[in-house]
């Protein structure tokens, strides 16, 4: 299963490297996409704790807004249609998961929690870098 999501760990790592900044905040937000990578890329899960929900959450939206701007453009010209099933399916997945992020810190039922576990939906079919 964990080898099934080396694209989007790949993704992760490509947008975080991609993404240069002196500012601290940006920085720490890249830091959360690399090690939940290399989680992903063991398990096809990760785990944030409660105080960083709110910076990985804008980080997953970055990711989404990246792929959507810049790189499923793309792949569309190109008539690549393996490439743009598994852009769509990063660009949901990481719009979910941010949400979800924000969700676990805003709601009554997960007060208590002082770290939340996320297992990735299913991945696409075959995926292969692109």
């Not at 990481?94 to 996320?118: N, Q």
Request: hydrophobic share 40%; aromatic share 8%; glycine share 8%.
């Amino acid at each position: 299963m964990s080898s099934d999501y080396g694209f989007y760990a790949g993704i992760l790592r490509f947008v975080a490297k991609k993404t240069e900044s002196d500012d601290r905040e940006i920085r720490v937000m890249m830091g959360h996409l690399s090690g939940i990578a290399t989680a992903i890329e063991h398990s096809g899960r990760f785990v944030v704790e409660r105080g960083n929900c709110e910076s990985a959450a804008r980080a997953f939206a970055g990711v989404a807004k990246f792929l959507q701007e810049r790189i499923l453009p793309e792949a569309l010209s190109a008539g690549n249609e393996g490439a743009v099933d598994q852009l769509k399916w990063a660009i949901e997945t990481s719009l979910a998961l941010g949400s979800e992020l924000v969700k676990r810190i805003a709601l009554e039922e997960y007060k208590g929690e002082d770290k939340f576990t996320f297992d990735l939906p299913k991945a696409p079919t075959n995926p292969t870098l692109h």
